[in-house]
């Protein structure tokens, strides 16, 4: 079957400290990757996605994605946290049926 | 440019009563998609509208959940008669339909938390 995984449930990291959200997938053929985050009592927001070409994408608020095949993989990352990039982070996959497949979402705590 | 909206944000109803929730898509975007998160867990595909079409209804948990979505434009999501299950934010999402799906970026809506009780 299918899935995204993201194996933390919650990550608590220092403000200026680098960040990263894991994510992992298990999708048939050339996946589309995608990255949203949800603050409180609002929608979720696009983040970045990969669908083709670099490996690494630059997405909003300064957040990147690295699309890793080998160990099917895509990663968020931030070289210095701040305290407003505390949310609920989602990562979501395209399958076959172009379906998105989402991941269970990673709480990000980030402490002043 | 509005973003997609929701509406109600929120509704508590009790078990075999009916709530119908209401999505209006960015203006413009031909594909609207509804999608149900419940409690802690990942967000699960329910539907998928093409204009006024039905692409995909392969996530529709049963007949209990009717979806239409009336001219192409705002859709609404029944819930008739509603279980305990059925509680979860459900979020609705639109886009463009310029781009292969599963390709293009879906802008969301803040969801309505469903509490059935």
């Known amino acids: 079957a299918q899935s995204v995984a993201q194996p933390e449930d919650q990550v608590n990291v220092a403000e200026g400290n680098p960040l990263t959200v894991k994510c992992t997938y298990s999708?048939?053929?050339?996946?589309?990757l995608f990255w949203y985050v949800q603050y409180p009592n609002r929608g979720l927001q696009f983040l970045l996605k990969y669908i083709t070409g670099d490996n690494l994408v630059k997405g909003s608020y300064g957040f990147e994605a690295e699309f890793n095949k080998s160990q099917t993989s895509f990663h968020l990352k931030k070289p210095s946290a701040l305290v407003s990039d505390s949310a609920l982070y989602f990562c979501?996959?395209?399958?076959?049926?172009?379906?998105?497949?989402w991941g269970a979402g990673t709480k990000l705590i980030i402490k002043p | 440019e509005a973003g997609v909206t929701q509406f109600p944000s929120h509704s508590v109803i009790e078990k075999g009563q009916t709530v119908t929730l209401r999505c209006d898509p960015i203006s413009g975007h031909d594909n609207l998609y509804w999608y149900r998160r419940v409690m802690g867990k990942e967000i699960k595909f329910l539907l998928h509208?093409?204009?006024?079409?039905?692409?995909?209804e392969s996530g529709m948990p049963n007949n209990r959940f009717l979806a239409e979505r009336t001219g192409g434009t705002y859709s609404t999501l029944k819930v008739q008669p509603a279980e305990l299950e059925d509680s979860g934010v459900y979020f609705c999402?639109?886009?463009?339909?310029?781009?292969?799906?599963?390709?293009?970026?879906?802008?969301f809506g803040p969801g309505t938390r469903l509490l059935v009780l």
């Open positions: 999708v048939s053929g050339n996946p589309y």
């Open positions: 999402a639109s886009s463009q339909g310029t781009r292969r799906v599963g390709q293009e970026t879906q802008y």
């Open positions: 509208f093409v204009k006024e079409s039905k692409q995909d």
């Open positions: 979501a996959a395209c399958d076959s049926n172009y379906q998105l497949i």
